[in-house]
């Protein structure tokens, strides 16, 4: 069990590019896993920066940047998107097509490739107004890669959020983690997820 | 590390936040018996054949009450004040639904418009005596003499020097523009980070 407090700010940059900046981190409070006793209470940052241009009404692609300060390494990832959003009556829909690179001094490039569905449902009518909550749920698959080994990966994030104003948004829920059960014994962690969006 | 980050991003977040504007639109869900009962006994003249589903929208132009409900599938919108005297009905039409001659009057100023243009919805927007509008949406007497004024609404999908945004566009019967706007899309930050 841990949480992951995170902040997104997002703003315009013009000529349908935006830039999303975003500070999460990671405090363990206890962990189902044995090999991760030890590491109860401790804690790593990420702060990432992506660059998004949209290709269509709804659609858009993403480049961006994020490092991580956990102990003493610091840890580098690329990332690329595409993420369409499709609204329907009373829905709306996310889909994120992502891959990523990691490596560090101390870390072992890894490359993963995700997609993520998500959905959103107000809980007062047609769609989500201000000052009203709603319903989000996240469900993604991550498959990664490193040297000669493969790993595949399952989180499920529901929570529930609150729109002060389309600029402004908080949810909070629950981020469910499974993995390495396809090549020996599954690892699943559970996080308090809270994240604050916010658009300038 | 670990507070200095959390510090900065906090405090440079909240002096943000106080320039947020707030955008006042509030729909709700309303219960059959909070409903007036002269809108209540027109939307049951006009024969829904599903359930009626009705909102209350609270915005800066005043309150209003609507119904929304499915016949003969297409999708109806009937909208009342909040005495319950009706607005306008909407029914969710085809493209071809319209007469020949109003889609190419409207098709020319979409081609003057954009540089390329998808039709996402078609609209039908009635306002009139509500016997007269009950007659005409009963029988599909659109195009007859019975008075009544037709509108038609359209969300179009449109290019326009390099930015493609959604278009609410309001026409008359002749296919004459009334009305122009740019749609502001909610924010999707929450569903693609």
Not at chain 2, 23 to 41: C, F, G, M, T, W
Not at chain 2, 79 to 100: M, Q, R, T, Y
Not at chain 2, 130 to 138: E, N, R, S
């Amino acid at each position: 069990m841990g949480s992951l407090p995170a902040i997104n700010l997002n703003s315009d940059l013009g000529n349908g590019y935006r830039l999303n900046f975003k500070w999460e981190s990671r405090q363990i409070i206890e962990s189902v896993s044995e090999a991760d006793a030890n590491r109860v209470n401790f804690v790593l940052s990420d702060f990432s920066a992506i660059v998004s241009k949209k290709v269509d009404l709804r659609s858009s692609i993403a480049g961006g940047y994020l490092i991580r300060f956990e102990g003493d390494a610091v840890i580098h990832r690329t990332i690329q998107q595409f993420a369409l959003v499709r609204r329907l009556t009373g829905i709306r829909i996310g889909h994120r097509f992502a891959s990523d690179q990691t490596f560090g001094k101390k870390e072992d490039f890894s490359f993963r490739l995700r997609y993520r569905l998500t959905g959103e449902f107000p809980l007062s009518g047609q769609e989500v107004d201000n000052k009203e909550f709603y319903l989000k749920v996240n469900n993604e698959y991550l498959n990664a890669f490193e040297r000669n080994s493969y790993d595949f990966e399952i989180r499920l994030v529901p929570s529930m959020g609150y729109l002060f104003t389309d600029k402004n948004k908080l949810e909070a829920g629950l981020d469910y983690r499974i993995d390495s059960f396809v090549n020996g014994t599954a690892v699943s962690n559970l996080w308090l997820a809270i994240s604050w969006y916010i658009k300038l | 590390m670990q507070k200095t980050s959390f510090l900065i991003v906090f405090f440079l977040t909240a002096s943000l936040n106080c320039f947020a504007q707030l955008k006042y639109e509030k729909e709700s869900r309303l219960k059959v018996d909070q409903v007036p009962k002269n809108a209540l006994q027109f939307v049951e003249s006009l024969e829904p054949t599903k359930k009626v589903k009705w909102y209350f929208e609270e915005n800066l132009s005043g309150n209003s009450i609507e119904a929304k409900f499915d016949k003969n599938e297409f999708m109806y919108s009937v909208e009342f004040d909040s005495l319950g005297n009706l607005e306008d009905i909407e029914i969710l039409k085809p493209w071809e639904a319209i007469d020949v001659h109003t889609r190419n009057a409207i098709e020319t100023y979409l081609k003057k418009q954009f540089n390329k243009y998808k039709i996402r919805k078609v609209q039908f927007q009635l306002t009139g005596k509500p016997k007269d509008l009950a007659q005409v949406v009963k029988a599909n007497l659109y195009y007859s003499d019975i008075p009544y004024t037709l509108k038609y609404e359209l969300i179009v999908k449109g290019n326009k020097n390099k930015d493609i945004s959604l278009y609410e566009l309001l026409f008359d019967d002749e296919g004459e523009n009334l009305k122009l706007s740019k749609i502001l899309l909610r924010n999707t930050d929450n569903l693609e980070y």
